[in-house]
């Protein structure tokens, strides 16, 4: 069974988000060694140089190390540098369009925070 990919970004990139994910939910931890290439090959259903393209950019990013001969790790500090990066990205994508509606909209920082409350509750129901 192939896993599905989205239309909304590159399958490469994709790729390099499912395996920060992993490293950010502790399932890769640091200087664990990932799935090589043709492991992903297999089990993507996609080209190797799909899957070499993600790769790339996560050693370009030093999220993982190569060591010739023996694969591809989890680098030291990997998951703290995600965190990091996913922080601003949340506060430059998400957070200040929301506030920049809130503030169209009029609301104060109490009605937001109610409305956060509200949505967070009728999650969890």
């Not at 931890?29 to 799909?50: A, R």
């Not at 994508?93 to 929301?98: A, D, G, K, S, T």
Request: charged residues 30%.
């Amino acid at each position: 069974m192939a896993i599905s990919f989205h239309d909304k970004k590159p399958i490469f990139i994709q790729i390099k988000e499912r395996i920060e994910d992993q490293i950010v939910r502790g399932e890769l931890k640091e200087h664990d060694q990932i799935p090589s290439t043709t492991q992903m090959v297999q089990f993507y259903k996609v080209n190797h140089l799909t899957i070499a393209k993600g790769i790339n950019l996560l050693v370009d990013e030093e999220i993982i190390y190569k060591k010739r001969g023996v694969g591809m790790f989890v680098a030291e500090g990997a998951r703290e540098k995600l965190l990091e990066n996913r922080k601003h990205v949340f506060a430059d994508e998400y957070v200040l369009p929301m506030i920049q509606e809130a503030e169209k909209l009029g609301l104060s920082e109490s009605d937001i925070t109610d409305i956060i409350n509200r949505l967070k509750g009728e999650r969890s129901s």
